[in-house]
Nanobody, 114 residues
Framework: QVELVESGGGLVQAGGSLRLSCAST??????MGWYRQAAGKQRELVAD???????NYSDSVKGRFTISRDYPKTSVVLQMNDLEPEEPTVYYC??????????WGQGTQVTVSS
């Protein structure tokens, strides 16, 4: 069974940085990315990257977050800089496999204190 396993969440002060990593147990994802969801709010796209390296960012994180994938593209990393204060938010890794469907990680919590 293919899984997406996340790591790297935690508590950080505003202005600080965190690095989220997501590793797949299998290669072959067309797109990998990160979504986030705070309590009572809808899950939203943070950033994603396709197999060609083309990236897509939410306007709220442009210039502060960077998404990257490794070779042979079995993992994706979200480097988050200059973090802004926010309530505890769960970040989810997301993948669209080349063989169809979609996968979600279990989520990792990020809390940015002011």
């Amino acid at each position: 069974q293919v899984e997406l396993v996340e790591s790297g969440g935690g508590l950080v002060q505003a202005g600080g940085s965190l690095r989220l990593s997501c590793a797949s147990t299998r290669f072959g994802f067309s797109i990998m990315g990160w979504y986030r969801q705070a309590a009572g709010k809808q899950r939203e796209l943070v950033a994603d990257i396709n197999r060609c390296g083309d990236t897509n960012y939410s306007d709220s994180v442009k210039g502060r977050f960077t998404i990257s994938r490794d070779y042979p593209k079995t993992s994706v990393v979200l480097q988050m800089n200059d973090l802004e204060p926010e309530e505890p938010t769960v970040y989810y890794c997301h993948g669209i496999p080349s063989w169809g469907g979609e996968l979600w990680g279990q989520g990792t919590q990020v809390t940015v204190s002011s």
